[in-house]
Each structure stands twice: as structure tokens, then as C-alpha cells.
């Protein structure tokens, strides 16, 4: 907190925005007390690289996603007490 230093905008290629199918922002601020957020890009990688690309895990069985509630939760709590501590 305190930087003057900010984003202000955050650019693509156009070869690499056909291949974009969502994007967006979050909060941390429930978790640290902090002046950034967080930004995600839901990214088509295996079109983008030309289908070279080994297999990722599906976002259903990761351990830890933003949809995943629960979890997610359990991970704020956590965040928050390392910060505090």
C-alpha cells in the first residue's frame, strides 16, 4: 500500500485475444488488507499454442478454485491468519 506506481490498462495481442473466453477481477481485500486485486484470463491454451500442450487438469478436479466455495473460503481463513500473524 502507499505506491504511486498503478496499472492503469493491460493489453493483449490480437492473436492472443481470439483466443480469450472470459476474463476478470477479484477482490483480496476479505483476506490481506491490500490496494491490489486480482486478475484472471480464461485462456483457450491448447488453440493458443497450436495444440502442443500436455493435458491440465480440469478446473472441476482442482483442489482449490474461485467456484469452489468451500475451499475457497478455508483459503481466505488461512490467508488471513498468516497476515495477521
Not at 483466443?19 to 486485486?37: C, F, N, T
Not at 466455495?69 to 481463513?77: I, N, P, S, W
Request: glycine share 4%.
Amino acid at each position: 500500500m502507499g505506491s504511486r506506481s498503478q496499472i492503469d490498462f493491460i493489453v493483449a495481442m490480437e492473436r492472443t485475444l481470439i483466443h480469450i473466453w472470459a476474463a476478470g477481477y477479484r477482490s483480496v481485500h476479505k483476506a490481506v488488507v491490500s490496494d491490489h486485486i486480482l486478475l484472471w484470463v480464461d485462456l483457450d491454451l491448447k488453440a493458443f499454442v497450436g495444440g502442443q500442450f500436455l493435458s491440465i487438469t480440469t478446473p472441476q478436479a482442482r483442489e482449490c478454485s474461485f467456484n469452489n466455495t468451500e475451499m475457497r473460503e478455508k483459503l481466505l481463513e488461512q490467508l488471513n491468519t498468516v497476515h495477521t500473524h
